[in-house]
């Protein structure tokens, strides 16, 4: 199974989501709070970076920190 990593993407405007989901598979997006969830092969995190840094309407770009070891749910509840 391939590893992949989830990047949340904050943008200027809603058209931005169109040009993202050139770039990365988008799996959602709120129009408000002007943000996107999208996710790529863990081995081309970077490469996607870049190219997402490149559209104009792309404010700043976060990974996800609920896949890191701090952040797991136990969900083995007794």
């Known amino acids: 199974m391939i590893k992949r990593s989830s990047l949340i993407v904050h943008f200027r405007s809603p058209k931005a989501v169109k040009h993202i989901e050139?770039?990365?598979?988008?799996?959602?997006?709120?129009k408000?709070?002007?943000?996107a969830v999208?996710?790529?092969d863990a081995?081309?995190?970077e490469d996607v970076i870049k190219k997402l840094?490149?559209?104009r309407l792309v404010k700043r770009i976060e990974e996800s920190?609920?896949?890191?070891d701090e952040y797991q749910?136990?969900?083995?509840?007794?």
């Open 22 to 30: 050139k770039v990365a598979n988008v799996t959602y997006y709120h």
């Open 32 to 35: 408000k709070r002007r943000y």
């Open 38 to 40: 999208c996710y790529c």
């Open 43 to 45: 081995d081309q995190v």
């Open 53 to 55: 840094k490149k559209i």
């Open 65 to 68: 920190l609920f896949e890191t």
């Open 73 to 78: 749910l136990d969900l083995d509840v007794k």
